[in-house]
C-alpha cells in the first residue's frame, strides 16, 4: 500500500507542495512575489521524494491501522475491543483536525513573524530567500507537531482505560499539564506569542475533553458492572 501510494503521489508531488507553498506566497506578495531557492543541485528532486513519501503515509493511513487492528484484536476480548476502537477510530479526524489548524491558522502567522525581520542593518539588506528544503521541514514540523498535539485526548483515555493514571490524578495534575502545553507550544512554534497560543490553548482545551470523556466513560462502566452484578445476584437466587 505504501509503495503503490508513493508512486502515485510521486506523479502529483509539485501540486502537493505548491498546496504546502501558498502561506509563503501569499506572505510574500502572491504567487509573484514568492520565491523558493535551492543551493545544492539534488536538493529539489529529493525534496519531491519527501513531499511524495509524506502523502503516501497520510493515505495509506488508514490501510496500517486496518492491519494493525487485524493483529490486535484477536488477542482481545470483547469487551476490550469495545474499549480501544473507539480511540482507533478516533485517532485520523483528531490528527486531521490538528494538521489543519497547523497548517491554515498557525503556519500563516508564523511566516508573517519570521519574514518581518526583513530589514535594512547598517545599510545592508537582510532578505528572506529560503531553501526549498529547509521550507518543507519547517512546514511538516508545523503540520506534524500541531496533528501529533491533537491526540492528546486518545493518549490520556487509553492510559485511564488501562488502569496506569486515573482520572483524579489528571483532576489533580491539571496546574502541570497548562505548563505542559505551554512548554510544547514552544518547542513547536516560533517565538512569538500568538503562534503559541494557538497551540497551547487547543491542547489546554483537548486536556479538559479528554477529562469529560474519561467521566463519561466511567460512568457508563460503572453502569455495566452494576447490571452485570445484578444478573450474576439474580442467577444465584435461582
Do not use: C
Not at 87 to 115: D, E, H, K, Q, S
Amino acid at each position: 500500500a505504501l509503495l503503490v501510494s508513493f508512486l502515485a503521489a510521486f506523479g502529483f508531488a509539485n501540486e502537493v507542495f505548491a498546496f504546502l507553498a501558498r502561506p509563503l506566497a501569499a506572505a510574500m506578495g502572491g504567487a509573484e512575489g514568492g520565491r523558493l531557492i535551492y543551493t545544492r543541485l539534488f536538493e529539489a528532486f529529493f525534496v519531491q521524494i519527501k513531499v511524495a513519501f509524506f502523502t503516501a503515509i497520510f493515505f495509506s493511513f488508514p490501510v496500517f491501522a486496518t492491519q494493525i487492528w487485524r493483529f490486535v484484536a484477536p488477542g482481545l476480548y470483547r469487551e476490550e475491543k469495545q474499549a480501544f476502537l473507539p480511540f482507533l477510530l478516533a485517532t485520523p479526524p483528531l490528527f486531521l483536525l490538528g494538521a489543519a489548524m497547523g497548517y491554515f491558522l498557525a503556519l500563516p502567522v508564523a511566516i508573517r513573524f519570521l519574514l518581518g525581520f526583513q530589514k535594512e542593518a547598517g545599510g545592508i539588506a537582510l532578505e528572506a530567500l529560503p531553501a526549498i528544503g529547509d521550507y518543507l521541514g519547517f512546514v511538516m514540523q508545523f503540520i506534524m507537531g500541531f496533528g501529533i498535539a491533537f491526540l492528546l485526548p486518545v493518549l490520556l483515555m487509553i492510559l485511564e482505560r488501562a488502569g496506569i493514571v486515573t482520572r483524579e490524578q489528571f483532576r489533580n495534575g491539571r496546574r502541570y499539564a497548562i505548563l505542559g502545553a505551554f512548554v510544547i507550544a514552544a518547542v513547536l512554534t516560533p517565538p512569538d506569542v500568538l503562534s503559541q497560543f494557538m497551540l497551547a490553548i487547543p491542547l489546554i482545551l483537548l486536556y479538559e475533553a479528554a477529562l469529560i470523556g474519561m467521566a463519561i466513560t466511567g460512568r457508563r462502566r460503572a453502569r455495566a458492572a452494576a447490571a452485570r452484578n445484578g444478573a450474576t445476584a439474580a442467577s444465584a437466587a435461582e
